[in-house]
């Protein structure tokens, strides 16, 4: 047993003392011992900085550098003068101070404090054979197979020649690491040969985290199974087990591994029984016989293999320390190892192992981000300091630093530890935190404008962009597209209700009639297919400036198109005409119908010039596409609108508008499609940049945006009324909601469109709304599709699309099933073609539905290059599957969804049971949120040990 006579006379020396290594420094100085600081060569003066802020008061009696020419000797005569210098400081004569033990204060101070103590003739572990080298990973890997234990397949080398044959023979992926490093330091999973080669290379040119550089790169097998940590304190060979703990490792991102935090294990578990026997093991054949260990190990299916085994402390800056005191009840591994060094009997009253049951409830949390930005403010840091079970609380990023994805732990926006004796109470905190992350609530991001895109053509690379926009997504088009995915399930019985209903002719041949479709394209074509399935002929006019792109975009479901004759739009609406009376010969036109969105205007003054069922085309109304117009009809009509503002070019009427209006603000072109260049600007200055963008860039359907529409920003759900009218009477097809939420950084990610009952007070106030708006438009006859958003004050228009619903038709039969029968599609003829058969059509869908079933889309919560969609096959086969259609395929880019252009497809469930297409849904959350929709290709990966990261940060940050 130590003498404790007189503490104040007896000198510890501490070995690199930083992170954890400083809390044991600062127990033994609260014993009134004193300590002194030995820097070892190499060891970065950043390094020394990396200090807990609750040892931020921390001082030593002296500071010794070991300089690069000095010998073991000359170190220990630097020593002597520095403790006699020392005690002069304080009046004492030379040799007032007796040095009783030396001790590593971290990773890089374990060689040197095996080789000093031991020189000094205090407790050491020595350093005698192959004990010299036993913070070598290779070595010891080497000592724990000599013993007979589990050791991991290895290979070392100074250069690439002494590894290559390991490499060439072992099964993939691979660990490589240096061998004599801090744990976190430069390891890496590496998937293939070529990976492999290139990292040990680098390992040899880069500096360590600890200073110098790395000498020999250990190759091994990669381990599978869980990830455990456990911590003891020995003296003259006795083994106190601290804790077991166990990594809580998940896949996110699409990183395989991402940690969530460290969980504590009970040591009469089943784990435990065999984890602690064989860390011991380890202990005795790498010769450890005194001070603190952090093993890291895992259980294998042929038992538990070490990883490494850390001779020191558990590292990550000790914030661990207040959870683990709770957890014995009393003890930690930092208190532990002062008795270890100072106090022998103390030290046999440890227990063994840790209590059973533990003493409390708690577990350390590493923070994960599922978005990135410019960090304006961190809210929910806040909210974590007042949960009930909050202990203690590092951030590694503060504002204005940028947050990314988490896929490590360098990637982790920080760490926290939860405490409770209620284990209910740590449950639900642990759960919100998650919740938190999730909602992405942790920070606010600096704004930028964001896109509000709605489904369309191109939403999931199912039509082709115009000449010069990118895709996010290497996706082929329309017939010519082989990496495009469609199916659809053949044998669902809801897809057979009442669909044989009865379709009639409104003349009694139709074959020697024909109909005009203005640039159709999407559900545009579906509408050309029911009306050639009713016997009719259709010439199709392509608008000017419609893309040559575009003409292909068709729905696979339909098929290669074939039309009785195509013409092109002329210069004036009188040869246009003339034209399709010419293409028509001796066959009357009955109709003309707006194949599309660019084809509206066109289909409104060409059906006036024919004389067949029209919306007109006179005064206002001639442009009733213009968003401005819609909104200022509206208003007009004494109706809920939108505050707005237009202008061709920056004009006094719109800068007025946006210095004065309350951001954000939504800025989008006047006559595009819905989804074109909309977008959420958060202050005038995005606004003013965006304003004049859209005039630089070519629209969807072709051409160039002409006038630019700024609106207010309506907040509230986001509702879709698809209806069909004849001669003003209007029948509501359906009516939707869309799933909107926030996803990875970005505020309004589609999710999914859901039928809403008509029979709900909603349905109400919207079809209501939505027809008074129609007749505001004068829109009599056709289909259109309503955009509308419940307002606290209301339904109001965001944009009236006076054609059908987009998105390639893949909701038609799904429609089909909710009505019994009918969708948009076949009532839209009906609307031109029978009245009769219009006439029955009911007012609104039959409440309750036929059906149940949605639309969901797809979203990625990870990015990389495809490998296989494995999570594509199990969708396929979920119950109340129908129909998939995706333009991701193996060598496509994804990347995180923060808008419908980055979504990876679309799926839509039907069923007569709506539990069924309920745990459905929540299949594809889970395979969303696990990164289970695709594989991967690998690339090399870090693998950063947890007790290692964030040193300058989290020295900086901490929170209690």
Not at 254 to 279: N, R
Not at 642 to 670: H, I
């Amino acid at each position: 047993m130590t003498n404790l006579l007189n503490p104040s006379q007896q000198l510890i020396l501490i070995v690199d003392p930083y992170s954890t290594g400083c809390m044991v420094a600062q127990e033994i100085t609260k014993r009134g011992y004193q300590i002194m600081a030995i820097w070892t060569k190499g060891f970065s003066d950043e390094m020394k900085t990396h200090v807990p802020v609750s040892c931020r008061d921390l001082t030593y009696v002296d500071e010794v550098q070991d300089e690069l020419h000095w010998s073991l000797d000359d170190l220990v005569r630097a020593v002597d003068q520095a403790k006699d210098r020392a005690a002069r400081k304080i009046g004492k004569d030379d040799g007032y101070y007796t040095i009783v033990g030396c001790i590593a204060g971290g990773e890089a101070g374990v060689d040197m404090a095996d080789l000093l103590s031991e020189k000094l003739g205090v407790l050491s572990n020595g350093t005698k054979g192959d004990f010299a080298n036993r913070r070598d990973k290779r070595v010891q890997q080497d000592l724990v197979r000599d013993a007979g234990l589990r050791a991991v397949r290895q290979a070392c080398g100074e250069k690439f020649e002494d590894v290559e044959e390991f490499l060439r023979s072992e099964q993939f992926p691979v660990v490589l690491k240096p061998t004599d490093s801090a744990g976190s330091d430069g390891v890496k999973l590496c998937h293939s040969f070529e990976q492999a080669k290139e990292h040990f290379h680098h390992l040899l040119t880069v500096e360590a985290v600890n200073g110098g550089y790395n000498a020999q790169v250990l190759c091994q097998e990669f381990l599978q199974g869980k990830e455990y940590v456990v911590d003891h304190v020995s003296r003259n060979g006795v083994h106190k087990t601290m804790m077991v703990w166990v990594y809580d490792k998940r896949p996110r991102n699409g990183s395989q591994f991402v940690y969530f935090g460290m969980l504590p294990i009970d040591p009469t578990s089943d784990e435990a029984k065999v984890l602690i026997p064989y860390t011991r093991g380890v202990l005795d054949a790498l010769g450890m016989r005194h001070g603190p260990s952090h093993g890291e190990i895992i259980i294998t299916n042929d038992g538990p293999c070490l990883v490494e085994m850390n001779c020191r402390a558990h590292g990550g800056d000790g914030n661990w320390t207040p959870l683990a005191r709770a957890l014995t009840g009393s003890y930690c591994q930092v208190d532990v190892t002062a008795n270890a060094y100072l106090d022998e009997e103390e030290f046999h009253k440890v227990p063994d192992v840790p209590p059973s049951p533990l003493k409390a409830h708690g577990l350390e949390i590493n923070l994960v981000s599922y978005s990135k930005g410019k960090v304006k403010s961190m809210p929910g840091f806040d909210v974590i300091k007042k949960l009930p079970s909050f202990v203690w609380l590092s951030p590694a990023v503060s504002i204005g630093l940028e947050v990314e994805y988490t896929i490590d732990l360098i990637t982790s926006p920080g760490c926290c530890v939860l405490m409770n004796s209620d284990e209910d109470v740590l449950k639900k905190d642990v759960d919100f935190i998650r919740y938190l992350e999730e909602i992405n609530g942790l920070f606010v991001y600096e704004t930028k404008g964001e896109s509000l895109a709605r489904p369309n053509v191109n939403t999931f690379g199912l039509g082709s962009l115009p000449s010069g926009k990118k895709s996010h997504h290497k996706r082929s088009s329309t017939l010519d597209r082989p990496g495009l995915l469609r199916i659809m399930s053949q044998d669902r019985p809801e897809l057979r209700m009442g669909l044989g209903l009865r379709k009639r002719m409104t003349t009694v041949d139709a074959s020697r009639e024909v109909v005009v479709v203005t640039d159709p394209y999407s559900t545009g074509c579906l509408i050309v297919k029911e009306v050639q399935s009713r016997g009719y002929k259709v010439i199709v006019l392509w608008t000017r400036g419609f893309s040559e792109e575009m003409k292909k975009h068709v729905p696979l479901s339909c098929g290669k198109m074939k039309y009785f004759a195509e013409v092109d739009e002329a210069d004036d609406v009188g040869e246009t005409t003339r034209q399709l009376y010419k293409a028509a010969g001796t066959l009357r036109i009955v109709a003309c119908i707006a194949g599309g969105e660019a084809g509206v205007d066109a289909a409104d003054v060409l059906s006036e010039r024919l004389l067949v069922r029209t919306n007109g085309a006179q005064g206002v109304f001639a442009n009733r596409r213009d968003k401005k117009v819609q909104q200022e009809l509206l208003k007009a009509a004494g109706m809920r609108s939108v505050r707005q503002a237009a202008g061709t070019e920056w004009n006094d009427t719109v800068e007025s508008f946006l210095k004065n209006e309350t951001y954000p603000v939504v800025l989008k072109p006047t006559d595009s499609a819905g989804s074109d260049g909309v977008k959420l600007c958060h202050n005038y200055e995005e606004a003013k940049e965006h304003f004049h963008a859209l005039f630089e860039i070519e629209a969807v359907n072709g051409g160039f945006n002409t006038e630019v529409l700024c609106q207010e920003f309506l907040r509230g759900k986001e509702y879709v009324v698809d209806t069909v009218s004849r001669d003003g009477e209007h029948k509501t097809c359906a009516v939707w909601v869309y799933d909107k939420r926030a996803a990875n950084g970005a505020a309004f990610v589609y999710f999914g469109m859901v039928p809403i009952d008509t029979s709900t007070q909603e349905a109400k106030l919207l079809i209501n709304y939505c027809n008074r708006t129609l007749d505001a438009l004068k829109m009599q006859n056709g289909p259109s599709h309503a955009e509308i958003i419940l307002t606290a004050s209301g339904p109001c228009l965001v944009e009236m699309n006076c054609r059908a619903q987009g998105g390639d038709g893949n909701w038609q039969q799904l429609a089909q099933a909710l009505t019994g029968g009918y969708s948009q599609v076949e009532a839209s003829v009906d609307a031109y073609l029978d009245k009769k058969a219009f006439s029955v059509l009911p007012q609104i869908p039959p409440s309750p539905a036929k059906a149940f079933g949605q639309e969901v889309i797809l979203v990625s919560y990870a990015e990389g290059e495809v490998l296989a969609t494995p999570g594509y096959d199990v969708i396929k086969k979920l119950e109340s599957f129908v129909y998939l259609e995706t333009g991701v395929a193996t060598g496509s880019h994804v990347e995180h969804t923060v808008d419908l252009v980055t979504s990876v497809g679309s799926v839509i469930l039907l069923h007569q049971d709506e539990d069924v297409v309920k745990k459905d849904i929540a299949t594809i959350r889970e395979l969303e949120k696990n990164n289970k929709l695709f594989d991967f290709v690998k690339n090399s990966m870090m693998m950063k040990a947890v007790s290692t990261l964030n040193f300058q940060n989290l020295s900086l940050s901490n929170v209690m």
